[in-house]
């Protein structure tokens, strides 16, 4: 089902928006890792983004939103590569089978985000790969712990 939508939603913007080479304004994708989901990130400035990651992580226990603020800026070393930094919080829930128990909560905390960003000049793509910390305020799985993950999104 989610392959479907996913599939629907990329075809749709394929018809409906012009491509950008080298700089975007927005774009979606996926994301393998933890979480893995769907990502959409979008532009404010030329050097300011957001980027959204709905999805699952902790070995599928876990269903959750997380929002970025990010500052990307290009890297010296290689043409259409950028670097990106930047804080963010997650909300969702979580369950887990432990010692007999069913148990589910609710997943709040705040994340940090650095990683790497390559954008084709030739066709509607990016590839990302970002690591951080996350922090959980409410009971959950784990207080401290890292996420990481490689994402495709289709630029438009």
């Not at 409906?16 to 994301?31: D, W």
């Amino acid at each position: 089902m989610m392959k479907r939508t996913l599939t629907v939603i990329l075809v749709l913007a394929a018809l409906t928006f012009g491509v950008q080479a080298q700089s975007y304004k927005s774009a979606i994708g996926l994301r393998l890792g933890d979480p893995s989901g769907i990502t959409f990130k979008t532009f404010i400035n030329s050097t300011n983004a957001l980027e959204l990651i709905a999805g699952t992580g902790y070995w599928g226990h876990n269903f959750a939103v997380t929002g970025f603020y990010q500052w990307q800026n290009p890297t010296n070393w290689a043409p259409n590569l950028d670097w990106f930094v930047g804080p963010g919080a997650h909300v969702g829930f979580w369950n887990d089978y432990w010692k007999d128990e069913y148990n589910t909560g609710i997943l709040i905390g705040f994340d940090g985000i650095i990683g790497l960003e390559y954008t084709f000049d030739d066709i509607p793509l990016n590839l990302g790969f970002g690591v951080g910390p996350s922090l959980q305020v409410t009971s959950g799985p784990g207080f401290f712990y890292w996420n990481g993950g490689f994402s495709v999104r289709y630029i438009f």
